[in-house]
Nanobody
Framework: QVQLVESGGGLVQAGGSLRLSCAASEKIFGINTMGWYRQAPGKQRELVAA???????NYADSVKGRFTISRDNAKNTVYLQMNSLKPEDTAVYYCHSYYSGLHAWGQGTQVTVSS
């Protein structure tokens, strides 16, 4: 029922930055757990960054110090700021929300990092 729409993906050179955005169809980010996942060709989808309703965050070891998850509850939007990008970060990135047993996924946005 909740719809998530992602934007901000694209092609960037190694060492560059991108900011992904995920807008929700209703006001949920104040209580829902939000996350960013990614899936590279031939690999399983993996958690990149997450933020609980109370604000606690966690990150994959591979992105710590480079990526930052944040959200603006008033705008129903969650962000992923990606700095110092590496070719290994190339993947389709998905926004995700969870609350009371209900899951919602975005359609995915492609991030490609060239060497």
């Amino acid at each position: 029922q909740v719809q998530l729409v992602e934007s901000g993906g694209g092609l960037v050179q190694a060492g560059g930055s991108l900011r992904l955005s995920c807008a929700a169809s209703e006001k949920i980010f104040g209580i829902n757990t939000m996350g960013w996942y990614r899936q590279a060709p031939g690999k399983q989808r993996e958690l990149v960054a997450a933020m609980a309703g109370g604000g606690m965050t966690n990150y994959a070891d591979s992105v710590k110090g480079r990526f930052t998850i944040s959200r603006d509850n008033a705008k129903n939007t969650v962000y992923l700021q990606m700095n110092s990008l590496k070719p290994e970060d190339t993947a389709v990135y998905y926004c995700h929300s969870y609350y009371s047993g209900l899951h919602a996924w975005g359609q995915g946005t492609q991030v490609t990092v060239s060497s």
